[in-house]
């Protein structure tokens, strides 16, 4: 096991049996012009954690370890959003919606592509969710235990909508969950830190949280092979 200095104490990673998640970090969240932004959201916060979330990327690429990218996508026909989704909010544009970047949260559509510095690699698992959380109707769980995976780091946005809800889904399904607080946001920033409260609350009722730094640290090449 490999220590990460995190709250409420310190994670215990399981160095083979440990993946990254990089929660939803689509176009039309992060980039001007986008959905997000035309809610009247500032995604200027949501673009900041980009260079922190590379290299939390190319930290797993250099470890080997598996990579998860997400995108809050559902397919062109809709037949798997239910209309209480679509409609709730009344919002200028819904789901579907030919918006700036093609429609919005349609699969395989511009703005439904991760951001150009984050791109998934070939041979990165890159998967289509149509809940907040990763596990509903994505087959994801089975793929990671097959993959033999035991803990996962998370990042992505936004943190107390798809991040926590994919985190809570992980801990019941029995993963040790990161979070790494610097490579995840909130188009709310008392969101974000009421979220990672609720997450290292009460002895780390959904698992644990630290900055990216803490985990290079840890994971430094003269720790691993010590
Ligand atoms: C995500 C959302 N990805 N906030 N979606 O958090 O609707």
Redesign the pocket.
């Known amino acids: 096991m490999i220590e990460v200095a995190a709250r409420p104490y310190a994670f215990q990673l399981d160095p083979g049996h440990t993946a990254l998640v990089v929660?939803?970090m689509q176009r039309d969240?992060i980039e001007p012009g986008g959905f997000g932004d035309s809610l009247g959201n500032d995604v200027s916060l949501l673009e900041a954690i980009i260079p922190t979330t590379a290299e939390l990327i190319s930290l797993f690429r250099r470890m080997g370890w598996p990579i998860v990218h997400t995108r809050?996508a559902h397919k062109a026909d809709l037949s798997d959003c239910p209309p209480g989704k679509r409609s709730r909010g009344a919002p200028g544009l819904k789901i579907g919606d030919e918006g700036a970047m093609g429609r919005i949260l349609i699969s395989g559509e511009p703005g439904n592509q991760i951001v150009a510095d984050l791109a998934p690699l070939p041979g990165e698992i890159e998967m289509d969710k149509p809940g907040?959380g990763m596990f509903w109707a994505t087959g994801l769980h089975e793929r990671l235990k097959a993959l033999g995976i035991t803990h996962l780091v998370f990042a992505g946005?936004?943190t107390e909508?798809?991040?926590q809800t994919s985190m809570r889904e992980a801990n019941d399904r029995g993963y040790e969950c990161l979070l790494i607080e610097d490579a995840t946001e909130s188009y709310f920033p008392e969101f974000k830190r009421a979220a990672i409260e609720m997450i290292v609350a009460q002895g780390g009722i959904v698992g644990w949280a630290t900055p990216f730094a803490a985990l290079e640290a840890a994971l430094a090449p003269e720790k691993v092979h010590a």
Request: contains cysteine; negative net charge.
């Open positions: 929660i939803d969240f809050e907040k946005v936004t909508v798809c991040v």
